[in-house]
């Protein structure tokens, strides 16, 4: 009964061994997560399109250069002049300077470059919050994986002292052979929970082990005395105009709307003239005749060049037709953005404000459901109870005990949900539930 007491009256998270914390363990997935290292080599290709888009406004300047060899043969049909034959190489190089002076697509297309690299970045902040969820999910999920197997070997050790009691009762003929069936039921369904729990332990330690790439070990629990706070603001209302103007899918959403508006007006852009500074320098050899032979020229030659598209078989009508097409699609997009923001953030909230209250309640019910537990053992000893009622009173308490702890890791995780709902999501919110864990503690 010793082992059984202080299995129960041990906190219930703490455990004297030394851990890793949330923020040791968001940094090694930061440093090791595949996800998001394809999301950081994604941000360095998003970045890229800006000097892309550039590129069409600056000047672009090539070299070309032929070589050809002819093989010619004159036969004059009035017979007067001989035939004759002229084999003969030509070539030459020339320098192209080009210099857009007005291309309207590509200024909008430079627009559209800008709003690609807000685009990335966006999209990089939103993977950097994912990985926060990510990881805290997988760290609180083994910490109530190593709670649940605890509480069902305290279980079992309750289960296993009562059937051996029941045993040791029924031969001495104080207590019937019923309760030594019902006791050894209980423990053979508990064996089955144990099993249960620390396979369910084993592959929640293995999730985050993908995660960080390496065993996790031990992880620091929550303090005994941890307190959480409600959101703040503490207002609903708050929280979803937040989430509905900030929210990362809200912000990405509208700078695909920006971009989809642009393309209409880039290719509006193909039915307008354009016009190009142009200059040419290079070298040619020729051949003219058998008494001139090869000819060497030098040349150069600045100017501006003018294209008018007049039709080009209704591409360009079309390409406007699929531009708005898309743009509504955009906008369609925009508006389930941001519907989806606001209703996480409703939900998340509410998540954070009934499960701080479950806790509390949970919290009220562990120190009743323990106090029950050991009514029952004293009235067992002195006969008023039975040991079915140990039994029930010792499983409330393991019950109670388990979902205090999963009340308490979802709210966590409501906590930084919320935050990521409404876009604010970051290192410094996982400071915070990290202050709230036991560097002494382990699970």
């Known amino acids: 009964m010793k082992k059984l007491a202080w299995l129960l009256a041990c906190p219930l998270f703490a455990s004297p061994l030394s851990a890793a914390d949330l923020m040791q363990v968001y940094r090694d997935a930061q440093d090791n997560d595949p996800v998001f290292a394809g999301a950081r080599a994604t941000l360095d290709a998003g970045r890229e399109k800006a000097p892309q888009g550039r590129a069409g406004l600056l000047p672009s300047l090539t070299l070309s250069g032929n070589t050809v060899w002819n093989d010619s043969e004159t036969d004059p049909r009035n017979n007067l002049a001989a035939k004759s034959s002229n084999q003969y190489n030509t070539n030459g190089y020339q320098l192209t300077l080009s210099q857009p002076l007005f291309r309207w697509q590509n200024w909008v297309a430079y627009d559209q470059a ?22 805290a999910q997988a760290y609180f999920d083994v910490l109530y994986a190593s709670e649940n197997l605890t509480a069902v ?13 029941a045993k040791k ?4 003929g104080t207590s019937t052979i019923t309760d030594t069936h019902e006791a050894q039921a209980r423990f053979d369904l508990v064996l089955a929970q144990e099993i249960a729990a620390d396979s369910e332990l084993e592959i929640r330690q293995q999730a985050l082990q993908a995660l960080i ?14 307190q959480l706070n409600p959101p703040e603001p503490n207002r609903l209302a708050d929280w979803v105009a937040a989430a509905e103007k900030d929210a990362l899918p809200v912000q990405i959403q509208q700078t695909l709307a920006e971009i989809a508006a642009r393309e209409v007006d880039r290719q509006r852009a193909g ?8 200059a040419n320098q290079g070298k040619a050899k020729s051949y003219t005749s058998a008494a001139v032979g090869a000819v ?23 390409r ?4 708005a097409a898309n743009r509504s699609a955009a906008q369609s997009g925009l508006e389930a953005a941001r519907r989806n923001s606001t209703l996480a953030a409703r939900q998340y909230y509410l998540g954070v404000t009934n499960g701080l209250a ?8 562990l120190v009743s459901s323990q106090s029950a537990l050991e009514s029952n053992k004293l009235g067992y000893e002195v006969g008023v109870r039975i040991n079915i009622d140990v039994l029930n009173a010792e499983n409330q308490v393991y019950v109670t005990r388990r979902d205090l702890a999963k009340a308490t890791f979802d709210t966590l995780m409501a906590q930084l949900r919320l935050k990521a709902a409404v876009g604010s999501l970051g290192e410094d919110d996982v400071a915070k539930i990290n202050a709230l864990l036991e560097p002494n503690s382990a699970r």
């Open 213 to 226: 790439g390496k065993d996790p070990g031990p992880l620091a629990a929550p303090r005994k005395d941890a």
């Open 320 to 323: 406007q037709r699929e531009a």
């Open 114 to 135: 800008k709003l690609q690299v807000a685009q990335a970045e966006a999209n990089f902040v939103q993977a950097r919050q994912d990985l926060i969820l990510r990881v």
């Open 169 to 172: 009762t029924f031969e001495v």
């Open 271 to 278: 039915h307008y003239p354009t016009v190009d500074l142009v």
């Open 153 to 165: 070997r305290a279980n079992k050790e309750a289960i296993a002292q009562q059937l051996e009691l």
């Open 296 to 318: 060497d020229s030098d040349y150069s030659n600045i100017g501006l060049q003018l294209n008018i598209p007049l039709f080009q078989g209704g591409l360009t009508t079309s």
């Open 358 to 365: 479950q806790v509390n309640a949970l919290k009220a019910a």
